[in-house]
């Protein structure tokens, strides 16, 4: 059994911040690769971050330097940081989760078969 729940989705300025978490319930501790996604209308689902069962990252060029992915394995929780956000930033975010190995494909939206439910993210100018 794998839930994901994500929440922490808003509409800000452009320029501020928010914080996306999501609650993992998996089968096993430490043994996932976790990442999270987002699709704008229009547009084809990308990978934002991601994070491996190590605790290695990898982030998409268009967030990197803004965006800080993060893992609680106490509280099996996922957190997306996000500052300095832009209106392109703009879409729904999910969060997904799929077993190791994680290398060369944290990113890859068609790698991953569990998902959450997403989170509205709305910046304006």
């Known amino acids: 059994q794998v839930q994901l729940v994500e929440s922490g989705g808003g509409s800000v300025q452009s320029g501020g911040s928010l914080r996306l978490s999501c609650a993992a319930s998996?089968?096993?501790?430490?043994?996932?690769?976790i990442g999270w996604f987002r699709q704008a209308p229009g547009k084809e689902r990308e990978g934002v971050a991601g994070?491996?069962?190590?605790?290695?990252?990898k982030y998409a060029d268009s967030v990197n330097g803004r965006f800080t992915i993060s893992r609680d394995k106490v509280n099996n929780t996922l957190y997306l940081q996000m500052d300095s956000l832009k209106p392109e930033d703009t879409a729904m975010y999910y969060c997904?989760?799929?077993?190791?190995?994680?290398?060369?494909?944290?990113?890859?939206?068609?790698?991953?078969?569990?998902w959450g439910q997403g989170t509205q993210v709305t910046v304006s100018s």
């Open positions: 998996l089968s096993t501790r430490g043994g996932y690769c």
């Open positions: 997904a989760a799929r077993t190791p190995p994680c290398i060369g494909t944290l990113l890859q939206p068609d790698r991953y078969d569990d």
């Open positions: 994070i491996s069962s190590y605790g290695t990252t």
